[in-house]
């Protein structure tokens, strides 16, 4: 009887207590579902994505940390290949963020975007009226740096690329470079939506 304590008291101990979990199904269904292969091939803003499905592992902290891969279609195959890495808190909040991928044959990387802390109020002087305070929403303040940062390493490969007749994404994909970042952004915001507390 000891033993078979010890036993189940050593497998509780190396499964993770997760507080947070990700619907990988309702997500792959809001991109045209998923197919054979878990990947979901949907159009977005005129271009044609493909998503696969996500890898999830738990963190120490009882978060979730996932993993994806957006590829970008084209005739000839991906015009681009992105992976995005998003933590998630205990409590279902987005922690941190990073895109990294090609774009043709170039290397993007935003670099880790964490959660930013919210700005200290001013302290009100003596007899004055307090400033009302602006909004301030860090999950919307890290999606924003984490496309800010993303539309700079487009811009270097377009740079990159600009004595070619056309930008790189173009070329490969008959696309305007725009439409990787939108997918991208569609695919994080669908994700936000299916992060469950």
């Not at 200290?120 to 919307?140: L, M, N, Q, R, S």
């Amino acid at each position: 009887m000891k033993i078979k304590s010890l036993i189940l008291l050593s497998f509780l101990s190396i499964q993770p207590l997760m507080a947070v979990s990700f619907d990988a199904e309702s997500f792959g269904a809001s991109l045209n579902g998923w197919d054979k292969k878990r990947t979901a091939n949907y159009t977005f803003t005129e271009a044609t994505y493909r998503t696969h499905a996500p890898a999830i592992t738990p963190t120490p902290s009882r978060g979730v940390f996932l993993s994806m891969q957006v590829d970008l279609r084209s005739g000839m195959g991906n015009a681009a290949v992105c992976h995005l890495h998003l933590t998630f808190s205990s409590a279902g909040i987005l922690e941190s963020a990073q895109i990294k991928g090609l774009v043709g044959k170039r290397n993007i990387d935003t670099g880790l975007i964490r959660r930013p802390e919210a700005p200290v109020a001013p302290p009100v002087a003596e007899g004055a009226a307090a400033v009302p305070v602006k909004p301030f929403h860090a999950t919307d303040e890290l999606v924003a740096e984490l496309f800010t940062s993303f539309d700079g390493e487009m811009k270097r490969i377009n740079a990159a690329a600009e004595g070619e007749k056309k930008d790189l994404l173009s070329r490969l994909s008959g696309k305007p470079a725009f439409d990787l970042g939108a997918g991208l952004r569609h695919n994080l915001n669908l994700v936000l939506q299916n992060v469950r507390r």
